[in-house]
């Protein structure tokens, strides 16, 4: 595992969630130009930055029932959405460029994939100039099933008429290299109080609203690709979900299943400044000095459904959940709850 890989489990341990995605020569991709860059970066990166909505967006309940006032639990989860194999490479040739831009291979891993990366060869529209690189790894043959994972700890609460509130928070965290923060707040409303005898039978039925909030920043080492300053990524992730939930709560095991939407916004900006060097014919000619170079920004969303487990012994659960939607996804963890 590479040292950015590294610091991406790093970040993504302290914020409960991913942070950013980067490998090893992803800043390379800016000496393709701005309007190219963008588009390359564009198509490495979108798994991770689709995938990370859909992921932020799990784990938010493993039953409809409610707690009683005052009651709460303490769960953590692991939420992995995996990208579909579609997803894990992507063609060169495809894109649609403003310099003459070539791959050999022309087929390249993205993010999530585990393929070798193309060699890429620049040439400038307007000059003749060129400069080559080599675009950044993937990351697949570091997570299992090639998945975009989020964990998450969640703090439940049963407040009045029941339902139950959920807070995610982390606050600003980190080292001087990578630094995050992450919000979330969730609401569980039962039912089942609504239809007379029927609450108290086994079965549970509510509606789940939540939201959350992320922001990491990361500074990348000034020099590492290209000379510059104030060389950083800044990431930025909101989700929101609507699910109905219904669960069979026995005393010893409970099943549950969820049918909504799920959807959000991720933006990767990468600032600073970014000194290239081009040439012709292996001769250098000039100095191009690219500012905030790259501005992505990836809007999904689409139905989930759900079905689960969880395991009851006494306050400790264990529990397990596959949800079919865009990036399907497995979310596994235990939990604590009392009343």
Known sequence: MNRKTTILCTVTALCMTVGVYAQDGFESIIAAGEKDANTLMGAYIAPAMEGLVYAANGG???TAKTHKTLGFDITIAANAAMVPRSNRLFRISELAFENRITGTPDMTPTVAGDAEPSMVEVELRDTGETV?????????????????????????????????LMLRFVPRVGSDDVRGQLFGLGIKHDLMQYFGPLEKLPLNVSVLAAFSNMKVDYNIEEGDAFDGE????????????IQGLASLDFPFVTVFGSLGYSGGTSRLDVLGTYEVDYEVAGVYTHTEEYEDPIALKYNVGGVRAGLGARLNLAFFKIFAEYTLQEYNMLTAGIAFSFR
């Not at 989020?150 to 049963?158: K, Y």
């Open 60 to 62: 938010w309940a493993t």
């Open 132 to 164: 080559s690189f080599t675009m950044p790894e993937g990351i697949g043959e570091d997570v299992p099933m090639n998945a975009i994972p989020a964990p998450a700890v969640q703090l439940g609460v049963g407040i009045v008429k029941n339902t139950d």
């Open 230 to 241: 104030h060389q950083s990524a800044e990431f930025k992730l909101g989700t929101y979900t």
